[in-house]
């Protein structure tokens, strides 16, 4: 079993605000994950992609990706479906030259679609995209769906993980805020490891924060509104750390609080308090 924990982004106490310098400071934290955010667009040369995977190789830094926001491959419209096609694809080439072992995104949208049109849409897209990226002799890259926080998103737990035994490098990515929002306020850790359980997992790639959700009337279920430090316990983090442990599961945890990488020291606490050696 290994851990690796790290925030989303550049960390707040890095004077060098580069992806490089981001890097070195979740070395000097004695922290283990990077991710690299490209959620406003696909800003990186694959030459720089290159360089950031070789510090983090020489600094034992774990990467991941996290894609652009403005993807839908729900869309009924085809050029919007294409350009989300290529903002992820554009994120698995980078993927592949710095060696992050995943691209995480928001799959996309219902639309007035029944959730089985948007599952077939979506996984349309990914089978276009699993065979781009064999093309282009991408082998180590997985393609994570984020369990998404709105109703109106495409990503329950229960639709990913049907969605990932039936299409091949594709695994969820697991954000219990989102989750907590999206059921109003409930979370059962047990439960979604259980729901995991079946797709045998090697690594599993959780986002982790707390957030503000607003409830949806009349329904039983919420939308995120904003992400907040992980002191506000919604969802708690404790209970899930202690289900990690219990199960022995290798685990990236991404710090998505608006304090990033202190709240990524935060969580190492808490596991470092139930004798997890880092």
Not at 42 to 65: H, P, W
């Amino acid at each position: 079993m290994k851990i690796f924990l790290g925030p989303a982004g550049v960390p707040i106490s890095s004077k060098d605000r580069s992806t490089i310098g981001g890097i070195k400071q979740v070395s000097n934290l004695k922290l283990s994950a990077f991710e690299c955010e490209f959620v406003r667009g696909v800003n990186m040369s694959l030459e720089m992609a290159k360089e950031v995977g070789s510090t983090a190789k020489e600094l034992n830094i774990k990467l991941s990706i996290h894609a652009p926001y403005a993807i839908n491959l729900s869309s009924a419209d085809k050029k919007v479906v294409e350009a989300s096609k290529k903002r992820i694809f554009d994120s698995c080439l980078r993927a592949n030259e710095m060696n992050a072992w995943i691209v995480v995104f928001h799959p996309g949208y219902y639309s007035g679609l029944p959730s089985e049109k948007a599952f077939e849409a979506v996984k349309l897209a990914c089978e276009d995209l699993v065979d781009r990226m064999k093309t282009q002799g991408i082998k180590n890259v997985l393609l994570g769906l984020e369990t998404t926080g709105r109703v109106s998103q495409f990503g329950t737990l229960d639709e990913l993980v049907r969605f990932c035994k039936e299409t091949k490098c594709c695994v969820p990515a697991v954000d219990p805020a989102h989750m907590f929002a999206r059921q109003a306020g409930r979370i059962n850790y047990e439960e979604i490891f259980d729901k995991l359980k079946p797709l045998k997992l090697e690594h599993i790639h959780i986002h982790f924060s707390s957030v503000k959700w607003r409830p949806v009337k009349a329904t039983g279920t919420g939308n995120e509104w904003y992400h907040m430090e992980i002191k506000n316990e919604q969802p708690p983090f404790e209970p899930l750390a202690k289900e990690i442990l219990k199960r022995k599961l290798d685990m990236t945890i991404i710090s998505e609080s608006p304090v990033l990488e202190q709240d990524s020291l935060a969580m190492k606490k808490v596991f470092e308090k139930l004798n997890y050696k880092f």
